[in-house]
């Protein structure tokens, strides 16, 4: 089978497919059974300064077209996660902590209390007052808490970007001046439920984050638009299910993909993925560094 090892944002993977950031990562044990069962890589659950409960239930809404969440970034702090970290490079794949601030200092103070493979940061939650996207919506303090990690931290930094804006490529370019080694696209969609007998909404949070199918064609148009404007990787991530959900993000330019929602049936679609490029590549007679960007070229 083709080979799919190779660099994405600065790490060296054994294949492109990733565990997404909230999912499975808020222990080491979780973060083992995901890297064993195929992940190239693993992302941790968001982690800030201080200890966090999240938000009131229910955080979940199960929809028809993917998952409405409302989590709130609950977290035991950076001071409490090493461990976490540790247990989770035993399953021999590189871990990537993913962290959360309000101001740039607060980036610095968790990033540098960690030491893991590379790091996520998280500018782009919808339902996190204070955090996300409430300040990752702004070119000018994606660029400024960037190049201050950047600074801390001498391992790749990559940078989670909202669609929860008219324009993501001036996000993804002010991570780009900000020194990130790559930018992921994209986070959940901002979207409620509401219950029609009660006629109050369904999440305790009452908006929350969707994700799961619905979003992935927002998803791919978005890593497009990033991939023709950026010179660093875009790692996409959305509504990625099959082997050709994840073809068609590495098409539109992703180096890399991580996948979320879709682990609800099980960790072994990791490695149904990654099996189905490595034969999709085989069948079609090409490398990996091919298909990255096809979509671009065939104008």
């Not at 702090?77 to 309000?102: C, H, K, L, M, W």
């Amino acid at each position: 089978m083709a080979t799919l090892r190779g660099d994405v944002g600065g790490l060296e993977l054994e294949n492109p497919v990733m565990l997404a950031a909230g999912i499975l990562g808020t222990t080491g044990a979780s973060l083992r059974r995901a890297a064993l069962a195929g992940a190239g890589a693993v992302v941790t659950k968001s982690i800030g300064i201080e200890p966090r409960d999240g938000h009131p239930g229910p955080g979940i809404v199960h929809l028809g077209v993917g998952l409405l969440n409302a989590m709130g970034l609950p977290n035991p702090s950076y001071r409490e996660f090493q461990e976490e970290i540790d247990i989770g490079r035993t399953g021999g794949s590189p871990v990537v902590a993913s962290i959360f601030g309000s101001s740039p200092e607060e980036f610095v103070e968790v990033a540098g209390g960690l030491d893991a493979d590379a790091f996520e940061l998280n500018l782009s939650c919808p339902h996190a007052q204070g955090y996300g996207a409430e300040i990752g919506c702004h070119p000018g303090d994606v660029e400024e808490i960037t190049r201050a990690v950047v600074r801390e931290k001498s391992v790749p930094v990559w940078v989670k970007l909202t669609p929860n804006v008219a324009d993501i490529v001036a996000l993804g370019l002010s991570a780009e001046r900000g020194g990130a080694t790559a930018v992921v696209a994209i986070n959940t969609i901002k979207a409620m439920a509401i219950d029609v007998e009660s006629g109050y909404p369904i999440l305790g949070n009452r908006v929350g984050g969707l994700s799961g199918p619905a979003i992935k064609p927002v998803a791919v148009r978005c890593v497009y638009d990033l991939h023709s404007a950026l010179s660093i990787p875009v790692i996409g991530v959305g509504g990625i299910s099959c082997w050709q959900d994840a073809v068609e993000m590495i098409m539109a330019g992703a180096s890399g993909v991580q996948v979320g929602s879709a682990l609800s049936g099980g960790l072994d679609i990791l490695k149904s993925i990654s099996n189905g490029i490595s034969r999709y590549l085989d069948r079609k007679g090409m490398a990996l560094a091919d298909l990255s960007g096809l979509a671009g070229r065939q104008r």
